[in-house]
């Protein structure tokens, strides 16, 4: 494996690790939303890993490895439903769902994500730093 692999193994890990943290804020920002159906509320979004190891999937990709999000799938939990007459939403029976985004749960998948993603940089610093040491030492020869 060539110190290049590993950079591009890195990237794709931030690349991944970015697409968890815009979904999550998508599902921090849409954590108020309310609806008159159950079927209109909005559900918590998830991206789906892949690691690319096997042979054929190597041919995909310039990589040895990494990470891909092979799609971003509907959270399977039921709406909150919350008895509130006086809002204009409110169904003849004086309810509205809200939607199933837990924020403290969505935080904490935030802060995971930017953890994964930081230590990702600094895979790419220290491969940086390894290729720029190798450099200088091919050019002092």
Do not use: C, H, K, W
Not at 28 to 53: C, D, H, K, M, Y
Not at 116 to 141: G, H, I, K, M
């Amino acid at each position: 494996m060539a110190l290049t692999d590993v950079l591009d193994i890195a990237g794709s890990g931030m690349n991944a690790q970015l697409v968890r943290m815009n979904t999550t804020a998508s599902n921090l920002a849409n954590a108020g939303v309310v609806s008159t159906t159950e079927g209109g509320a909005f559900r918590a979004r998830r991206p789906v890993f892949q690691s690319i190891v096997a042979a054929n999937q190597l041919s995909e990709s310039s990589s040895a490895g990494g990470v891909r999000v092979t799609e971003i799938v509907t959270d399977g939990s039921t709406p909150r439903r919350v008895f509130e007459p006086d809002n204009p939403l409110s169904n003849e029976d004086g309810y509205i769902y809200a939607s199933n985004v837990n924020e403290v749960a969505e935080l904490v998948e935030m802060l995971d994500a930017s953890r994964a993603y930081q230590n990702n940089v600094e895979v790419v610093t220290a491969t940086r730093n390894l290729l720029s040491s190798t450099l200088d030492v091919l050019s002092a020869r």
